[in-house]
């Protein structure tokens, strides 16, 4: 043993270095893991170099969409060292809100990726995105390098050593190009997808190694692995049945050690549960409460078979965007993807699709049929984001198909090696890499023309609004964009016909996002400020109640009480009798439903302006 061997640990190392130091290309008879056949070093630097190359844009990148929650402003992720205690003792966006305002089915507990936000603030300082950028950047390079040597890992066993290196080499590289994982890497709050996916990396090689040695300190390193997967996101649960199903499929491992493997991933699982629960105080919704926000549950309002044939359809959308990644949106908003029945084509196809693959998994079970695994990997990690069983606050997201395209890549791979590369003659392997390096070079540009989308904010949004041209929110984001980094910081000084121009050209926006969500209270408040700001330039009255009834009409709530503290004081004894008229429209228009909402205030509120004008 050498002196650096001898050398005294602090605890922590000790724990930790089992779990992240395993040797990329071991095969001593003795070593702590399977064996896996040497891989020249030039194979990793090409991955690397790749990923390195489509990804740098994202470098100079700023924080979008979500990153304010997890990182810009979130009060526990911005104290450092200081705040990861609190980041593990609430729910995720209690950092955000300042409380736990149950706004998605089950919140959010996903507190380790959020941790990593705050040890960069603690190492490095505040905000810093090129940074974020460069992490997330290195961290899915390490996972595809340990995706590489995983796949190794599962044919080594059945295939000669050359169609290993193929298979693994195909499927790692189809993965790391692939577009759909451009939201997880390039927007920074994605890293809780890649985190995961990390962990559930290093758990299938330590289940590879109970498999070959069946040492319990395997078992002890897989529960904290499991673990620490789950704290990252939720999403890891479906590992409890692929972990599993990896060694049956891929090793002749007795039964009885396969069993045995389940006791620390139900162990891990449990105690995730359990903090889970006494963190955010119940495991779906509180005394059962409907989420009734459409932008939080888009199925809210449909019928049982309206919302299993959309979910259906939306399985579908996510197939054909693993074969053909395009066209690319972070938004799939209602009503982007639109409400269906069971009369659509698509659910119809998607549904008996789905069905297919789980016969098939059923009937290659027994005979360990790579392309069950392949289709069993993917229907148990489409599963928990796919609205069937619990609902994730979207119609979908190209990042919650992260897992799963590993399944595609893995299928893919292993299709063209068999059937064409592996084959005899002067013409299948030929094919066979030709069909391989179009996928390849076909990823590999829609990636990189996707990145840049994702620069900020702006060009986010102006994506979305190609791409997503029948979602609210996405109409909506264009404009209050222009509001926010055009119109405020330059109101002051800015003429007033350039106001007037710049005003109406967000007003199709707006009026687009409520004529697909006509009670979308953001769009609606916004539109209530773009009428104050018409009604500064043209003193138009008449224009400006209409505006405010037609804001009132669809989203009375938030609205009312502002109206009143706006418009009383700027009243002239000319227009006080069009005001009064306003409010007794509006007492109209809410005299059942403040009643039954028990909001008397504001209904008396306004009985007592109408009196006053």
Known sequence: MSKKNKLKKPPIATVIAPIVAIPMDSDAPNAAFPMVSPTPKWVY???????????????????????????TNNQFTQQGFSGIADIFAHESFRGYFGEQKNLIEGDRY?????????LEIGLFGK?????????NILLYLFSCILLFRVTKQLFQTVLPPKQVHTIALL?????????????????????????????????????????????????????????????????????????????????????????????????????????????????LNPDGKVITDLMNNPFYGMSFFQKTATIFYTLGMYLKLHILPHPLTHDYYPYQIPIVDWSHFGSILAFLIHLGLGVFVLYGWRNKNIYAYCALFYLATMSIVSNLFVSVGTFMNERFAYQASWAFCLALSYALNQYLIQKEGRFKPIIGYMIAGIFIAGFAWKTGT?????????????????????????????????????????????????????????????????????????????????ASEYHKLDNDYDALLNRFYQVNRNGYEPFVETYLKYLNPRVDPANAPKL?????????????????AGQMRIYDSLRLQMRRF
């Open 45 to 71: 630097g090409c991955i690397a170099c790749l990923i390195l190359l489509l990804y740098a844009p994202s470098l100079g990148g700023d924080y979008v969409l979500d990153d304010k929650i997890v990182i």
């Open 110 to 118: 996903r507190p380790l990726s959020i941790a990593t936000f705050a």
């Open 127 to 135: 905000n810093n995105p090129g940074l974020s950028h460069f992490i």
């Open 171 to 283: 499927a790692t590289l189809f993965f790391a190009m692939h577009p759909l994982h451009v939201e997880a890497v390039a927007n920074i709050k994605g890293r809780d997808e890649i985190c995961t996916f990390l962990a559930l990396l290093f758990s299938l090689q330590y289940t590879f190694a109970w498999g070959k040695f069946q040492k319990p300190f395997h078992l002890y390193i897989l529960f904290c692995l499991f673990l620490l997967a789950l704290l990252s996101k939720e999403s890891a649960l479906p590992f409890l049945v692929i972990l599993p199903m990896t060694l049956y499929f891929f090793t002749e491992t007795p039964l009885k050690h396969i069993w045995k493997l389940m006791i620390p991933l139900i162990g891990a699982t449990m105690v995730y549960l359990l903090i889970r629960i006494q963190i955010i105080g119940y495991v």
């Open 450 to 530: 996707r990145v840049p989308d994702w620069k900020d904010n702006r060009t986010l949004n102006l994506s979305a609004l190609k791409n997503s041209p029948n979602s609210a929110r996405s109409n909506l984001f264009y404009a209050v964009d222009l509001w926010e980094k055009r119109f405020l910081p330059n109101h002051a000084i800015m003429p007033s016909v350039q106001k007037k121009a710049l005003l109406d050209s967000m007003m199709p926006y707006f009026n687009r996002s409520l004529s697909i969500l006509p009670k979308y209270n953001s769009a609606l408040k916004m539109l209530a400020g773009i």
């Open 580 to 596: 009064a008229a306003f409010y007794e429209k509006n007492i109209i228009l809410y005299r059942d439903t403040l009643q039954q």
